[in-house]
């Protein structure tokens, strides 16, 4: 079948495999746009109106055979001559396999910076940097650059996806000193300021991602503004981290320490990561996630239909475990300074959000407008896999809350997610 596409929008930025997703007529009528010229996944719609656009035809037009033909497009690029070709079916998705290069308008879009934190705030993130390693000596500039320029350098991240020092080698190596030092002096490199890490090495190979690679969740932070970190020893791969119910409130057994590192829903599967922080006399209890992804789900245009997502069992399992230990700090003390984030894969709207917050926790991607939340761009769908989420006694205390749009809408990126960041002013509590 031909198929022509007049007036595309682009909703997904170019691949390294040459594919883009558009939506037809400029994106009028169809689905909640973002104000960035994406489309958003909604409780009920996928936006199967979405077309993916290959150019395996174009490249087999040029000699020698290139990696991709496709021109570098971000989202809220617009397609100025009509895409048309026949209808192909590749990696669980039909594509549309154009016959002629696209011209195009690349549109405004440029990287966001957020907005500096108030002497009284501190600055909180959540940033996937992609399977960093020590050898990814073009990237981790950007990175820094992105964490200083954009971001703004915050007092604390919760980082997702640092992988040993070797990499991808599958060499037994586990420990990540190196991958830490690496982004710590390429912030200091780019004018920021100097960071310190807690992380916990995992097991070899039993934490999942790319084999060898050992990804895990840990924190970066700076000293400069009034934070320091609690340091309780003790902390490995296999010891849980307890509540400790102590005279001047809730403490932490090992800080760093993971939360229920044998419970079955960490099988192959990042283990959350708790620590203890001070903030200018003010407690703050945070925990550092990274859930199962969405890899083995069925694909939404696969031969099952609907599709049947798999993944979701560990996540709430994972959720329910996390949401269990903040029920055991509130416990303690019901006004305990408490942040969970990361890279919890799933939707502010999903079971596994519930579950997570229990009543006693709220999302801040469900604070912001509807066409606002979205940290991720997947097939052109734009969605939200980072959150950060935060005791209910914290909600009159955010001062901001801010997805910060730096790669995901990018063809050219330093990582594939979007980092976020919150500001919260803790002043005019007790101490504990």
């Not at 060499?171 to 390429?186: C, H, Q, Y």
């Not at 090495?201 to 400069?224: A, E, K, M, T, Y």
């Not at 620590?275 to 696969?302: I, M, T, Y």
Request: hydrophobic share 40%; proline share 7%.
């Amino acid at each position: 079948m031909i198929v022509r596409v007049n007036n595309a929008a682009v909703v997904g930025p170019t691949k390294s495999f040459g594919e883009i997703s558009v939506i037809p007529d400029g994106g009028a009528g169809f689905g909640l746009l973002t104000p960035r010229g994406g489309i958003l996944v909604r409780p009920t719609d996928f936006n199967p109106e979405r077309i993916q656009v290959d150019d395996e035809i174009l490249r087999d037009q040029i000699v020698p055979r290139p990696g991709k033909a496709m021109p570098d497009l971000n989202v809220g690029a617009s397609i100025t001559n009509a895409i048309v070709g026949p209808i192909d079916y590749s990696f669980s998705n039909f594509k549309l396999q154009t016959t002629t290069t696209p011209t195009f308008d690349p549109g405004a879009l440029a990287p966001e910076v957020t907005a500096l934190p108030r002497d009284q705030e501190i600055a909180i993130a959540t940033f996937n940097v992609e399977n960093l390693d020590p050898s990814d000596t073009e990237l981790i500039p950007r990175l820094a650059a992105q964490i200083v320029d954009n971001l703004r350098s915050p007092d604390l991240f919760g980082i997702e996806e640092i992988q040993d020092n070797s990499g991808s080698a599958n060499d037994g190596t586990v420990d990540a000193s190196l991958s830490w030092s690496a982004l710590i002096s390429a912030v200091q490199a780019a004018g920021g300021p100097l960071y310190e890490y807690r992380q916990i090495d995992p097991v070899n190979n039993l934490d999942g991602g790319q084999p060898g690679g050992n990804i895990r969740v840990g924190f970066l932070f700076r000293l400069d503004r009034g934070l320091s970190f609690i340091d309780r020893p003790g902390g490995d791969s296999v010891t849980p981290v307890t509540v400790v119910d102590h005279q001047s409130g809730p403490q932490l057994s090992i800080s760093p320490g993971r939360i229920a590192p044998a419970n079955p829903g960490f099988v192959d599967t990042r283990k959350s990561l708790a620590g203890e922080f001070r903030f200018r006399g003010k407690k703050l209890f945070v925990v550092v996630n990274h859930f199962s992804s969405k890899g083995d789900d069925q694909p939404l245009f696969g031969r099952f239909q609907p599709p049947t997502r798999t993944s979701e069992v560990a996540r709430h399992q994972q959720a329910q475990v996390v949401n269990d230990f903040v029920d055991e700090l509130l416990g303690v003390d019901p006004n305990a300074n408490v942040i969970v984030l990361g890279d919890i894969n799933d939707f502010e709207f999903s079971e596994t959000i519930d579950i997570l917050e229990g009543g006693v926790l709220t999302t801040l991607m469900g604070t912001l407008a509807p066409e606002e939340r979205y940290s991720y761009v997947f097939g052109g769908n734009s969605q939200t896999l980072d959150q950060i989420v935060v005791s209910n006694g914290l909600l009159g205390r955010i001062g901001a809350y801010d997805v910060v749009h730096v790669n995901a809408e990018f063809a050219d990126q330093a990582s594939d997610h979007d980092p976020s960041v919150t500001r919260i002013d803790l002043t005019g509590r007790p101490a504990k």
